[in-house]
Structures are given as C-alpha cells and as structure tokens.
C-alpha cells in the first residue's frame, strides 16, 4: 500500500506538471485568438472571458488523458534512471504495483473525461454557439479604429472613421465605401454608428445629417443625395439553429434512436473515456520496455502510439458515419485492437524467456 501510494503520487506530480504546461500553451493561444477576433470586430470584448472558459472545459476531454499518459510514462521513466525501479522490484513491485496504480488514476480519469463528453460538452457547444451568434452582432464599433480602414462583408463594405467620441458611441468624420458590381456608393456624415436589428439581428451602419454619392467610376451621372439620417446593412446574420444537430444533442437523446449516425455519434463520445483508461496501461508497459539511454526510443514510440490510436479512432468514426463499417463493429474494433496489444506486450514483459524460446522455435 505504501508503495502504490509513492506510485501514485509520482504519477500525479508529473501528470500536474504536464496538464499545467498544456493549459498554460492552450489557454494563451486561445486567448490571444480571441483578443485578435475582438481586435476586428468579430467578437464582443466582455464575451472572451466565457468563450474561453467553455473552450477550456471542453479541451480538457483530450488534455487529461494526454497529460496522464505521458505523465505516467515519464514517472516511471525518471524511476528507471534514479534506480528506485529497482529497490520497487526488490520490495516486490513489479508489473501488478504499477499497472495497479496506473488504473486506479485512469479510472478517476476516464469517469472525469466521461462526465466531458457524455453530460457537459454537448451542452457547453451549445452555449459556445449562442454566444457565437450573439457576438457576432455585439461586435461593433469595437473593431472600427480611428484612423484606419476596416473591410467588412469580404471586402464589399469599407468603413474608415477620422476619430471616435470620448464615449466611445459615435464614429466621427466617417465615411463607408459600397462595391455592388460595377456600381460603388460612397457615404459620408459627420457621425455615424452601427447597430444591431433586435429581431433580425442584422447589422446596419447608420450615418446622421451625411452625404451619399452613387454611380459608377469613370460616369458623370452619379447621384448626389443629402439625408438626416440613413441606414446601411453591412452584414446579414441568421443564427445557427443546432437544435436538430447530432454534434449537440444530449446523449440520453442519442440512445433513442437506432440510425447510423446516432450510433456513430454515441460510440465517438464514449470512446474518450474507454482511451483515457486504457492508454495509461499502454503507457506503462511502454516505460517498462525503454531501458538504460534509449528512453528516448519509448517516448517516441508513446508518442506515436498515442497519435495513432486517436486516428484509427477518428477513421473508424468516419467509415461508421458514412455507411462503409457496420455500427456494431465501429469503434469497438479499435478498442479492442488496443485491449490486445496491452495484453500482448504485458504477457511478453512477464514471460521474456518462453516468447524468445518460441522466436527461436519459429525460425527453425
């Protein structure tokens, strides 16, 4: 019990310190994403806090395992090298120790990654695309600065505004430039601000006591009007409706049905949890191979390991969704292509002497 105890925590101390390093590179890269979407005008400001706190939860389906597989990995790796594999083994540690401490931090991990995908993500995309539809029309005056040129609707719609008002409501000295065809229309007003239709939620650059100019370049007929106030739709919006997505549907729904996609869906989302118990087997047999200074060797196998379990996965989803594997095969195939090989390398790590004696037997 003491040493699965010590197991256990060097397992925990090198996953920590892995899941921290990841959060830490995932959550910065978002995080400038965001300011750089909200920098243009696609994104509400006060939004970036929640986008980014419901993309963290969802990542952490695919940061937990990682980080546990690799950590464990590492752990026994670090074991090796200090010798304290050995004095485990002495005490009597041996492959039942560690792999027994290894599936009790997967069993923790895969309830965990369980409750992600089965109860909490489908629900946490959901709100990440309402917040989606509902910024999208937040964002305005925001990504229209002072002084310099903003395209809007690929390139059709070309805002420019001398200043903005201390209150940050108006745009000054503005003007928006509109390619339809051959035909360009320029509009220009001493104020001007953009906002949302509440019910269509389509966004309209509205310019007050302005000028607009209409024609095609290089005509003398343009047509000159003067106006107290003039609104200009710059972007049409039709929220996503994901009501009827199988992505966003809730798993208790998914089991109502029989149909080929709900089917695939059900076993993608279950197939995280089943991963994230048992690759931490794999990653400790993996260990137990790389001796001396080909550690290196182990981890790139790991490595690799990982990766390709994930992309068999992702494949075997994909010939499901479209019909090419039968559903009741699907990703139970991979599963249990993977439960084999734990077994076969643990069986070949407790009888290294029977498996060369057969190698030789086979070669005569």
Do not use: C
């Amino acid at each position: 019990m003491i040493l699965e105890r010590y197991l256990m925590r060097e397992y925990l101390r090198t996953f920590a310190m892995i899941a921290g390093g990841l959060v830490v590179i995932y959550f910065s890269t978002r995080f400038a994403s965001y300011l750089g979407e909200a920098a243009d005008g696609k994104m509400a400001p006060e939004h970036i806090a929640a986008m980014l706190g419901l993309k963290m939860l969802v990542s952490l389906r695919d940061l937990v395992p990682m980080s546990l597989y690799i950590g464990i990995f590492a752990a026994i790796i670090r074991l090796q090298r200090d010798y304290e594999l050995t004095a485990l083994r002495a005490a009597g540690g041996g492959h039942g120790l560690l792999l027994g401490a290894a599936l009790k931090l997967a069993l923790l991990s895969a309830a965990f990654v369980a409750t992600l995908t089965l109860f909490a993500e489908p629900r946490a995309e959901e709100i990440l695309e309402e917040i989606k539809n509902q910024t999208e029309n937040e964002a305005t005056i925001a990504g229209v600065k002072a002084g310099r040129f903003k395209e809007l609707s690929g390139g059709k719609r070309i805002f420019y505004a001398e200043r903005i008002s201390r209150d940050e409501e108006y745009l000054q000295d503005a003007f928006v430039q509109v390619r339809e065809g051959g035909d360009v229309g320029i509009m220009r007003a001493d104020e001007a601000v953009v906002e949302t239709n509440p019910e269509t939620r389509d966004r309209f650059a509205v310019f007050l006591d302005g000028t607009s100019y209409a024609g095609r370049p290089g005509a003398l007929d343009y047509v000159i009007t003067h106006f107290a106030r003039y609104a200009l739709r710059i972007e049409s919006h039709t929220p996503t409706d994901v009501s009827n997505q199988i992505n966003f549907m809730r798993t208790a729904d998914l089991l109502k049905y029989e149909a080929t996609g709900f089917r695939a869906e059900f076993q993608w989302r279950l197939a995280r949890p089943v991963g994230a118990l048992l690759l931490p087997l794999l990653a400790v047999l993996i260990a137990l191979a790389s001796t001396g200074d080909n550690w290196y060797i182990g981890l790139i196998t790991a490595v690799s390991g990982y990766f390709a379990y994930n992309n068999f996965l992702g494949v075997a989803h994909a010939m499901v969704r479209k019909g090419s594997l039968p559903p009741e095969i699907g990703l139970w195939l991979v599963q249990a292509l993977l439960v084999v090989l734990i077994a076969a390398v643990f069986w070949i790590q407790r009888n290294p002497r029977r498996f060369r004696l057969g190698r030789i037997a086979s070669q005569r």
